[in-house]
């Protein structure tokens, strides 16, 4: 017997998500919000990210709808969790014009938190090119963000867009004609703007690859504080963020993977406080997928989204995420004058995992992850640390063929150091995506 999940149902519960979790317009995402070391507060953070990170038939599910809703909910800590969503839905309006809508919003420990809540309304200038105008709304107008999008778009998953986008296009005009106004007057010096180039491509059937690139300008800020309250300041920053994915079928059975990424942050703070930040990260992760042929068509004929209605049979994934990361930071004018400090972070996470389809409903999997973990901070915090966490990794999936799937993990803490003691629970996640 097979369940059958209504599309109502379905609706409904994007819907209702939406409204329990409401986001404002994105902050310019320029600096990073929290510390460059998450582990602080969660000593197995990146392993909880890579927990929960989405295997290809979850991307290529997200990728091949113009409607869904997904998200990602884990344990980080005894009092944080790790929350993910994104939505993302569209209607026509006629026969040249759509309306789409963008939801994202990522509550974590480190600098990818950020919050979407973007309208956009396209036109189709001809053939496979459209125009379109964004827009974020938000409660406070000086937070408003507008921006153009132009895109070749052949079909759902075969894409390539520009966007450009004004962050905080009002600022300026509010507060110098707002009636709010009492003790502050921040004006934009260099108005920030950000572009954008991403896209979903394919070369035949086997070669499959996503990008997505964007940088700012060097926007700079004057804080003013009319009542004297505070000293006056200007803080300027800027953002470079890259990734690419690509996914080659060199067998029929056999997917070779690898996601790669390179962010980084700049942010200067000069005045009575003057404060220098500069943030760095790559990352890799090479992996391999192998379906053994328990059943199903696995020819080379198969397209990306073929994945999603596998017959029952057994996949193997092995890999490793590669990360470097590096902090700068200096200080001056706060309780010590002329502090410094630099953060070298390098992390090996190894993992295997295997799957077991059922009836194509359901899906069980077994994995291990790993990460080898070096850590050094240089200057008057002077530190370091290297080890190595492990977990087993339990994961049940229910999926509704085209309508969604639903997936519910429980990890096993194989380090007696963490707890004390051996730790049969470890941390929990569960994961959501639905197509309407």
């Not at 009002?170 to 010096?189: C, P, S, T």
């Not at 009542?227 to 006056?232: A, H, I, K, L, Q």
């Not at 470097?324 to 995992?353: C, H, I």
Request: proline share 3%.
């Amino acid at each position: 017997m097979r369940w059958k999940v209504p599309l109502g149902f379905l609706r409904v519960a994007a819907i209702a998500a939406f409204l329990v979790f409401p986001c404002r317009a994105s902050e310019p995402p320029f600096r990073s919000p929290y510390p460059a070391e998450p582990e602080r507060y969660d000593s197995e953070y990146y392993l909880d990210i890579l927990t929960m990170r989405f295997d290809r038939e979850w991307r290529d599910f997200w990728y091949t709808r113009d409607n869904a809703f997904a998200m990602r909910f884990g344990s980080l800590n005894v009092e944080q969790w790790n929350l993910e969503e994104s939505l993302k839905f569209s209607t026509s309006l006629g026969a040249r014009w759509r309306l789409r809508y963008w939801m994202e919003m990522r509550h974590s420990l480190d600098e990818r938190a950020a919050e979407r809540n973007e309208l956009e309304l396209e036109y189709r200038l001809g053939g496979a090119l459209y125009l379109s105008l964004l827009i974020e709304p938000a409660f406070w107008k000086r937070e408003n963000d507008a921006g153009i999008c132009i895109q070749r778009r052949r079909s759902i998953d075969r894409y390539a867009r520009f966007i450009f986008r004004v962050r905080d296009f009002a600022n300026n005009f509010a507060y110098e004609h707002g009636e709010n106004i009492e003790d502050e007057m921040n004006l934009y010096g260099a108005q920030p703007v950000e572009f954008v180039l991403e896209g979903r491509e394919a070369i035949g059937e086997a070669f499959h690859f996503g990008f997505c690139a964007s940088v700012t300008n060097t926007w700079s800020k004057d804080y003013r504080f009319l009542t004297g309250s505070e000293p006056d300041y200007r803080e300027s920053a800027y953002a470079r963020d890259g990734s690419i994915w690509f996914e080659y079928e060199a067998l029929p059975s056999l997917r070779v993977n690898l996601d790669a990424r390179a962010t980084e942050y700049y942010d200067e703070t000069s005045g009575r406080y003057e404060r220098v930040t500069k943030h760095r990260v790559r990352e890799f992760i090479p992996h391999v997928w192998w379906y053994m042929k328990a059943g199903g068509d696995h020819s080379a004929n198969n397209t990306a989204s073929d994945a999603l209605d596998r017959r029952a049979g057994v996949g193997v994934c092995a890999g490793v995420e590669i990360r470097r990361e590096r902090a700068a930071y200096r200080t001056s004018g706060f309780e010590t004058v002329g502090e410094s400090d630099a953060v070298r972070k390098d992390e090996l996470l190894p993992f295997l995992l295997f799957q077991r389809v059922f009836k194509t409903m359901h899906m069980v999997e077994l994995g291990y992850l790993g990460d080898r973990y070096d850590f050094d901070a240089i200057g008057p915090g002077a530190r370091s640390s290297e080890r190595w966490e492990n977990r087993v990794k339990l994961s049940y999936e229910m999926r509704f063929k085209e309508r969604g799937r639903f997936r519910v993990t429980e990890t096993i803490d194989l380090d007696r150091e963490d707890w004390g003691q051996f730790s049969i629970h470890d941390h929990f996640f569960l994961m959501l995506m639905l197509g309407f």
